[in-house]
């Protein structure tokens, strides 16, 4: 499986930004999918996952202002980004769990947010 990002950038606090994140390969048994962040010095964290099912996940601090959403034909996921933080500046990186237990993740797009 291999994941591939687009999106993120630069943007204004209270401003919005929209990541996508294609798989490609065996998407078919790709039970969840995911965005980490991940900033200098800090353990990289789950920001939003969305199942298989449609079960949706977020972390407290984007809960309200992120929105993940998948698209199961076309193997992809969106993360819309509004109401901005300086404290969301971060690599955001796509993250796949396949059915046999093996996590994919993609290359990180950076997410700044400046005050």
């Known amino acids: 499986v291999q994941l591939v990002e687009s999106g993120g950038g630069l943007a204004q606090a209270g401003g919005s930004l929209r990541l996508s994140c294609a798989a490609s390969?065996?998407?078919?048994?790709?039970?969840?999918m995911g965005w980490y962040r991940q900033t200098p010095g800090k353990q990289r964290e789950l920001v939003a996952a969305v199942t298989s099912g449609g079960s949706t996940t977020y972390t407290d601090s984007v809960e309200g202002r992120f929105t993940i959403s998948r698209d199961y034909a076309k193997s992809t996921i969106d993360l819309e980004m509004n109401s901005l933080k300086p404290e969301d500046t971060a690599v955001y990186y796509c993250y796949a769990l396949h059915s046999a237990g093996v996590d994919y993740w993609g290359q990180g797009t950076q997410v700044t947010v400046s005050s």
């Open positions: 390969g065996s998407t078919f048994s790709l039970n969840v």
